[in-house]
């Protein structure tokens, strides 16, 4: 055979830029969560086109060390919606956490006792719900829609309807940096890891990716369900007392309305936005964490746009929406 019918038998000639070009195209077809990814490439392009502030370092800089705080809560969040959970009062545990931290610091406490103090109140409010969960069989966001609300109540009676402030030490941990990277951001970045890691090559990750999927054939595999549940919401309340440390290292103060509900709809949108099942069963944490910083943008885009904040709250609203929606149409085609 000639090299002439060789050539002709195989189709047109490919130059090397073209197959490299190929190359690239067909390799995006590989890349985790696109999707997501090519919807923040188009608003960075947007609103670098249209503000003359995004793209600045001091801008970045704000939007990384506000998503952190989420970025924690949802880290957590997603490990147990994978396991079939969920919990509704983490907003609220933050929102408790900021009061009693900041009281006891004003009460002349060391930062090190409030933070401690902090995080063993908020896993214990996580452990809570997950017996009350676990045991009565009650659904998850009903148990935990009524601890938010409780928590509530009880963040507004710490605070007596005012503002605490807290001392320079916490401010200096929430408003530094190493290396160049918000210490807020380090923060996150070790808590998606560890979460990301545990998820995917541990025995704890894949029990709860089995819980999720099926519970009784979790169950009869020798997987003890119960004590992992605990495990998870247990886990899920400390990170969000985590959070509610950051969060008050970064503002300085407890305020009534610090966290709540916004912050709780925020964590679950970027969770579910990332590709992790409401049902249970499929959860990512690299998808949580673009969640998190495509919610983080668009918020920041509103700012600088200087849309209402109203607007802010009904485009968290509605991407929750389509993300849950097209969350249960891929559940179907699975």
């Given at each position: 055979?000639?090299?002439?019918?060789?050539?002709?038998?195989?189709?047109?000639?490919?130059?090397?830029?073209?197959?490299?070009?190929?190359?690239?195209?067909?390799?995006?077809?590989?890349?985790?969560?696109?999707?997501?990814?090519?919807?923040?490439?188009?608003?960075?392009?947007?609103?670098?086109?249209?503000?003359?502030?995004?793209?600045?370092?001091?801008?970045?800089?704000?939007?990384?060390?506000?998503?952190?705080?989420?970025?924690?809560?949802?880290?957590?969040?997603?490990?147990?919606?994978?396991?079939?959970?969920?919990?509704?009062?983490?907003?609220?545990?933050?929102?408790?956490?900021?009061?009693?931290?900041?009281?006891?610091?004003?009460?002349?406490?060391?930062?090190?006792?409030?933070?401690?103090?902090?995080?063993?109140?908020?896993?214990?409010?996580?452990?809570?719900?997950?017996?009350?969960?676990?045991?009565?069989?009650?659904?998850?966001?009903?148990?935990?829609?009524?601890?938010?609300?409780?928590?509530?109540?009880?963040?507004?009676?710490?605070?007596?309807?005012?503002?605490?402030?807290?001392?320079?030490?916490?401010?200096?941990?929430?408003?530094?940096?190493?290396?160049?990277?918000?210490?807020?951001?380090?923060?996150?970045?070790?808590?998606?890891?560890?979460?990301?890691?545990?998820?995917?090559?541990?025995?704890?990750?894949?029990?709860?990716?089995?819980?999720?999927?099926?519970?009784?054939?979790?169950?009869?595999?020798?997987?003890?369900?119960?004590?992992?549940?605990?495990?998870?919401?247990?886990?899920?309340?400390?990170?969000?007392?985590?959070?509610?440390?950051?969060?008050l290292a970064r503002l300085g103060a407890s305020s009534p309305g610090t966290g709540g509900l916004s912050l709780q709809l925020t964590a679950v949108a970027a969770v579910v936005i990332g590709g992790t099942s409401l049902e249970g069963g499929r959860g990512s944490v690299i998808g949580t964490a673009l969640g998190v910083v495509l919610l983080g943008v668009v918020a920041n885009v509103l700012n600088l746009l200087q849309i209402p904040s109203y607007w802010q709250l009904i485009s968290v609203g509605a991407v929750l929406l389509v993300a849950a929606v097209a969350n249960?149409?891929?559940?179907?085609?699975?």
């Amino acid at each position: 055979m000639t090299v002439k019918s060789t050539a002709a038998h195989r189709g047109p000639a490919v130059s090397d830029e073209d197959s490299a070009a190929l190359r690239f195209l067909r390799g995006l077809r590989h890349v985790p969560h696109q999707g997501l990814l090519a919807v923040l490439v188009l608003i960075v392009l947007f609103a670098s086109v249209r503000t003359d502030t995004f793209l600045t370092s001091a801008n970045l800089l704000n939007v990384l060390q506000q998503v952190s705080v989420t970025a924690v809560i949802a880290g957590g969040l997603t490990l147990l919606m994978t396991a079939g959970g969920m919990d509704f009062s983490l907003g609220s545990t933050v929102s408790v956490v900021t009061a009693v931290a900041a009281q006891l610091i004003d009460d002349g406490h060391g930062t090190g006792t409030a933070v401690i103090v902090c995080l063993l109140l908020s896993a214990v409010i996580g452990l809570v719900n997950g017996l009350v969960v676990t045991y009565t069989k009650v659904a998850p966001f009903v148990v935990t829609l009524a601890t938010a609300t409780l928590l509530d109540g009880v963040a507004l009676l710490v605070l007596n309807g005012m503002s605490i402030s807290i001392g320079e030490h916490l401010m200096e941990l929430g408003s530094g940096s190493l290396l160049g990277l918000p210490n807020l951001m380090i923060v996150a970045l070790l808590v998606l890891a560890v979460t990301g890691v545990a998820m995917r090559y541990t025995t704890f990750g894949r029990d709860a990716f089995a819980i999720g999927g099926n519970e009784d054939v979790a169950r009869l595999s020798g997987i003890n369900v119960n004590r992992h549940k605990l495990v998870l919401y247990s886990l899920g309340g400390a990170l969000a007392g985590l959070a509610g440390i950051m969060l008050l290292a970064r503002l300085g103060a407890s305020s009534p309305g610090t966290g709540g509900l916004s912050l709780q709809l925020t964590a679950v949108a970027a969770v579910v936005i990332g590709g992790t099942s409401l049902e249970g069963g499929r959860g990512s944490v690299i998808g949580t964490a673009l969640g998190v910083v495509l919610l983080g943008v668009v918020a920041n885009v509103l700012n600088l746009l200087q849309i209402p904040s109203y607007w802010q709250l009904i485009s968290v609203g509605a991407v929750l929406l389509v993300a849950a929606v097209a969350n249960q149409l891929q559940r179907r085609r699975h």
